[in-house]
């Protein structure tokens, strides 16, 4: 009987083996990152008391994903922390995983340096917001006297939005876009929708915050 190749050549059939192993670990790990979650670290305080400078948070890219294979736009939940892309060239390679033929239908500011933003979703397409005296007003077919977005969504003195939103706003929001906001909203502590930001895109979205992963002490879900 004649032995075969890798009888033969024992330490080849290991590094055979091992490439192989290497490879599907790569493919995998892409495949997780790009379809099914991915980790982000929060940068600055815009997000606070909810999130910090340097947690670690986890988005869950399947939401997304799931839509975009029926054939739908991703629409995150209202009070849902979500990362969005907001440069030019992180927005095509996203756009284009995520099979959107023409990336660049959604406009994106010149004078934009974060690749990547986490906010809170305010608002919908339709929906009028309204920031006066320090309280924001959400008005819809639901609730045509409005209603105040932090008595739904602030869950205690250190967690969720902070009760004051500086500023002035009464705008409608686009087709096709959501209003954000960071939880923040004190001067000029988050850049949102409120004042230069501007509505944001639904193609934008990356997906929404599943938990905190760091710091280890404060993993939690969302």
């Known amino acids: 009987m004649k032995s075969s190749f890798f009888e033969k050549h024992p330490l080849l059939k290991d590094i055979f083996s091992l490439g192989g192993f290497i490879v599907a670990i790569v493919l995998g790990t892409l495949f997780l990152n790009t379809y099914i979650y991915r980790s982000y670290n929060v940068v600055g305080v815009s997000m606070e008391n909810t999130l910090h400078n340097d947690d670690r948070v986890i988005v869950n890219r399947a939401a997304v994903s799931w839509s975009h294979f029926l054939?739908?736009?991703?629409?995150?939940?209202?009070?849902?922390?979500?990362?969005f892309v907001n440069e030019d060239e992180a927005a095509v390679a996203a756009y284009k995983e995520a099979g959107v033929k023409n990336p660049m239908t959604c406009t994106i500011p010149d004078n934009v340096t974060d690749q990547?933003?986490?906010?809170?979703?305010?608002?919908?397409?339709?929906?009028?917001?309204?920031?006066?005296?320090?309280?924001?007003?959400?008005?819809?077919?639901?609730?045509p006297e409005g209603f105040i977005y932090d008595k739904l969504w602030r869950t205690s003195e250190t967690d969720g939005p902070k009760t004051y939103t500086s500023g002035e706003v009464d705008m409608v929001v686009p087709n096709g876009e959501i209003f954000v906001s960071g939880d923040n909203r004190e001067g000029a502590n988050s850049w949102d929708s409120r004042n230069g930001l501007g509505t944001i895109p639904l193609c934008r979205v990356i997906g929404p915050v599943a938990f905190r992963l760091f710091p280890f002490d404060k993993i939690r879900t969302f």
């Open 116 to 143: 990547y933003i986490i906010k809170r979703v305010i608002a919908f397409p339709g929906e009028r917001v309204v920031v006066k005296d320090g309280i924001m007003t959400i008005y819809n077919d639901e609730y």
């Open 71 to 83: 054939g739908q736009e991703y629409v995150p939940e209202r009070g849902q922390i979500i990362v």
